[in-house]
């Protein structure tokens, strides 16, 4: 073909291969499978986006084969490094509840244990208080006795007291009654009206 200045117009160049980073194409393809995926569905189970296709992905980001051809080791090992660091952090996430898990049986053992503690300490507790009360009954016993024999023994010393005045009585009034020459009469009377 000619053109004004009778030149012949040429195809233009082909485009050059611009590098793409492989870590941007990996976090494109992350973001067009996550647009799909709803939020109360979890990330593990979201399916890729229906209206995702791969083919005119690849043409957006890749003018020609042989660019994609020459991208593609170094797309391998961003996926496969991505995928290791992955598998990295699911592993770390499975030992952190394991972990958990052997913690939680760890603190049920400990409470059981600390239970079965305090239920032989309250048994102990109550032993005590049963003897105790036993105790306290057995000297609430022996105080009433106590109180009795005391009671009785103030009434046997009153009644000696008496007696003992009465035997004092009876001897001044035996001696008034039988004193010689003059017998004292008036101070009997007073010893009988005590007798």
Do not use: W
């Not at 492989?22 to 799909?36: F, G, Q, R």
Request: a positive charge; charged letters at 25%.
């Amino acid at each position: 073909m000619s053109g004004a200045g009778g030149r012949v117009a040429s195809a233009p160049p082909p485009p050059r291969a611009v590098a793409i980073d492989p870590n941007a194409l990996l976090d494109a393809i992350e973001s067009y499978t996550s647009k799909s995926s709803s939020p109360k569905q979890p990330p593990s189970t979201s399916t890729p986006d229906s209206n995702f296709d791969p083919i005119d992905f690849l043409n957006q980001h890749y003018t020609t084969e042989s660019a994609l051809l020459t991208d593609l080791p170094r797309l391998r090992k961003a996926a496969s490094h991505r995928i290791a660091t992955l598998n990295t952090s699911v592993s770390d996430a499975i030992q952190r509840q394991s972990e958990r898990g052997t913690t939680s049986l760890d603190d049920v053992t400990r409470a059981r244990t600390t239970i079965s503690n305090l239920h032989t300490r309250i048994q102990v507790i109550q032993s005590k208080a049963e003897q105790s009360e036993r105790t306290v009954r057995t000297i609430t016993g022996d105080m009433k006795r106590l109180d009795r024999a005391k009671r009785h023994l103030q009434h046997t010393i009153t009644t000696l007291k008496r007696l003992h005045m009465l035997a004092s009585a009876v001897d001044q009034l035996e001696v008034c009654a039988t004193l010689r020459p003059i017998p004292r009469f008036s101070e009997a009377a007073h010893l009988i009206d005590a007798v």
